[in-house]
């Protein structure tokens, strides 16, 4: 028997989901995440899901992991301390930056800006200069070199980072630092721009590389304690870890490069949702992960998630490839509090975490958070993860009352329901940013809601964005884990051109094009990846001359075929996506920036789930009856267990859904119907049923 386990890291919990590759049976678990050290929880959840499973951990041959250590090492600033190398005249390229202020009008007040991740003492200068046409201008200073390695060595560096002007054109000089560093600072790992980033415009390519190097020592213990703790407890599989693209490279690639790994969490369950609504029919939707700490949302159209150029983790924003998935503070740990200044209520960013956890876990936390408000409400059952946690409502109850207390509210009740409608109109928010202001109508869009707590505020969310069916995956508090699991290896190269459409042709980018996919292809090779198996993409970032940011575009390979429609294609793309993002053309040249070709191995091949036909009626899967607080009023509902319900069946709202690893509230004057794949499909009842995939 073989298996593949996704395994994924949440703030509150790990997910894991094993797949019998043999028989495509898959069995989950949910275990509360060890923030001290993440192998911690993720070991104990391999023993216990592959013990449920009746399976050794022997026969686990991969374990496919999304992670936060790389974001989390950002966030709390608990990076490596970097010694920066740049050319002779650029030591404050990190300090100038660009000119970037956020938020609103006069922002800038109190908006404290952000140091940056090498320090100025810690940035050193070296005599060379490469042109931007790859010659060089300076020879490389080598005893310079080896002064100013010594002069950070002095500094007590963790790691480095090497970025040249023009490194992106010419490599050697960066190349050369590199084994220099090795014997000046035997044991810093050294991160070089022409390898993490090799494109034009120094500031994008000095920060990422930097940021490379700062969460670079941090990965690289995470993943050799890893694996040490897998293969000592049996586990012989090998170990590959997610990109923020969607992707698989193995644990020493994700090591190397850990900036490409910086959204590896969210990015499984945008890969797992893809799964999902291919099974039940929907091509364009939006998603919505909801967890303990924050929230997730990202765009998909025609079952390909947008890719973005930048990723941002806070503060930071680097020049990495991945899904384009934007973060909102909102989760079920969010705690809500009245600021004495305004006296009005607000809900989050600050999370109770996992530890003390909300109220209701009766773990130690008392402050009042938006999974105590659910139960309050009665949305919430008594007991999660399958019986591993029971709820205390009297402590929630206590917890909500403070907050009823602060703005004078006449019942825990409404307090709870005040603290439910903000958190919605938070998450909205950020559904609002990959739709609405990237020119999308959400109402165009179905909805795949997932996490432990989306599920439960689903219903209400495609009622603000209007995206129906919301659409419930079997087992939604693991769906990332699911991504993890179903997604193959990938890799990209890329190459910067900067050339006008006038002095390219055809058959001149063809050659570049197909060099690039040799380039990518090579780690998919390594790890024994049929050539006839492996799938290549291409994408290109274009602008009008003169202009000073460019736009990513599909590059449609198949137009290259001799015939001179492969630069016409490419224009055609570009000035579709320009008008669509800005209304106008402009009558300016088209000019090519950067080319890049992408290599993605084959998907896992296992066979779904089908649910029984059970009719209508899910009256085998009622529980109990059940009463929640809904617009003022306590309203009659039914508790269901989502495992009994079988394929047709339509539960009508007001309902509980309940799973081992998350809740489905379907809210009155809507219904859920069952699809054969198990995804649950809520739609307002004056809805057209017939469209549900």
């Not at 998935?325 to 209520?345: D, M, N, Y």
């Not at 390979?557 to 000035?575: E, H, P, Q, V, W």
Request: aromatic residues 4%; negative net charge; hydrophobic residues 40%.
């Amino acid at each position: 028997m073989s298996c593949r386990l996704g395994v994924d890291v949440g703030g509150t919990f790990t997910d894991l989901l094993l797949i019998n590759e043999d028989t495509g049976e898959t069995f989950r678990e949910k275990t509360p995440s060890t923030p001290e050290d993440q192998s911690v929880g993720v070991l104990r959840g391999v023993k216990r899901v592959c013990e449920d499973a009746g399976v050794s951990l022997d026969q686990v041959r991969s374990l496919l992991h999304g992670t936060t250590v790389a974001t989390n090492a950002i966030l709390e600033g608990k990076g490596a301390r970097v010694g920066l190398v740049t050319t002779d005249g650029f030591r404050q390229v990190l300090q100038i930056a660009r000119s970037f202020v956020p938020g609103g009008l006069a922002g800038w007040i109190i908006w404290p800006k952000p140091e940056p991740l090498a320090s100025l003492e810690d940035t050193v200068e070296v005599r060379e200069r490469v042109g931007s046409d790859g010659e060089v201008v300076t020879v490389l200073d080598e005893d310079d070199v080896r002064a100013k390695l010594g002069r950070l060595r002095e500094h007590g560096i963790e790691a480095l980072a090497v970025c040249l002007i023009n490194s992106y054109a010419n490599p050697q000089h960066e190349q050369r630092i590199g084994e220099i560093a090795a014997e000046e600072l035997p044991g810093i790992r050294v991160s070089l721009s022409s390898s993490v980033l090799p494109e034009l415009r120094e500031y994008e390519r000095a920060i990422t590389t930097v940021a490379n190097a700062y969460v670079q020592p941090q990965v690289a213990s995470y993943v050799a304690h890893l694996e040490s703790q897998l293969d000592e407890s049996g586990v012989v599989g090998r170990l590959y870890m997610l990109r923020s693209d969607g992707g698989l490279v193995s644990a020493r690639s994700a090591e190397d490069n850990p900036v490409a790994m910086l959204m590896s969490g969210p990015t499984g369950g945008v890969t797992g949702a893809v799964w999902v609504a291919e099974e039940t029919g929907h091509e364009d939707f939006l998603t919505f992960d909801m967890g303990g700490t924050s929230t997730d949302v990202a765009l998909v159209q025609g079952l390909t998630p947008r890719i973005g150029r930048e990723t941002t983790v806070a503060d930071l924003t680097v020049r990495a490839t991945s899904v384009d998935v934007r973060t909102v503070g909102a989760g079920g740990g969010s705690i809500a509090h009245v600021p004495e200044l305004t006296q009005a209520l607000r809900v989050g960013p600050q999370s109770a975490g996992a530890v003390p956890g909300p109220a209701a876990y009766a773990a130690g936390g008392t402050d009042p958070t938006v999974t105590d408000a659910n139960v309050v409400l009665g949305y919430l059952p008594t007991e999660l993860a399958g019986g591993e946690i029971t709820l205390d409502r009297d402590a929630a109850y206590a917890a909500v009352k403070a907050i009823a207390d602060a703005t004078g509210l006449d019942s825990v009740e409404a307090a709870a329901e005040g603290i439910i409608d903000i958190v919605n109109e938070n998450m909205l928010g950020g559904l609002r940013l990959v739709s609405v202001q990237q020119g999308f109508d959400p109402r165009d869009f179905a909805l795949v809601a997932y996490g432990g707590a989306g599920p439960l505020h689903a219903n209400a969310i495609g009622q603000l964005t209007g995206s129906w069916p919301v659409i419930i995956p079997p087992s939604p508090g693991v769906l990332c884990a699911l991504g993890d699991a179903t997604t193959g290896l990938r890799d990209e190269s890329v190459r910067t051109l900067v050339r006008r459409f006038s002095e390219l042709t055809d058959d001149s980018l063809r050659e570049i094009l197909d060099e690039l996919a040799a380039t990518a292809r090579v780690s998919l090779d390594a790890e024994g990846v049929d050539a006839g198996d492996q799938q290549v993409t291409y994408a290109a970032d274009v602008r009008y001359h003169g202009q000073g940011f460019e736009i990513p575009v599909i590059i449609d390979i198949d137009a290259f075929d001799g015939t001179g429609a492969g630069l016409d294609s490419m224009r055609a793309a570009f000035d579709a996506e320009h008008e669509r993002l800005f209304s106008f053309l402009l009558r300016n040249e088209q000019e090519l920036v950067t080319v890049r070709a992408t290599v993605s191995g084959p998907r896992p091949d296992f066979a779904a789930a089908t649910l029984a036909e059970g009719g209508a009626d899910p009256v085998a899967a009622r529980r109990e009856d059940h009463e929640i607080w809904v617009d003022g009023a306590l309203v009659k509902a039914g508790i269901y267990d989502r495992a009994r319900l079988q394929a047709g069946n339509v539960v009508h709202g007001a309902a509980v859904i309940t799973e081992m690893d998350s809740t489905t509230l379907v809210l009155p004057g809507h219904t859920a119907t069952v699809h054969p794949s198990g995804s649950l499909l809520i739609r307002p009842n004056d809805t057209d049923q017939s469209k549900e995939g």
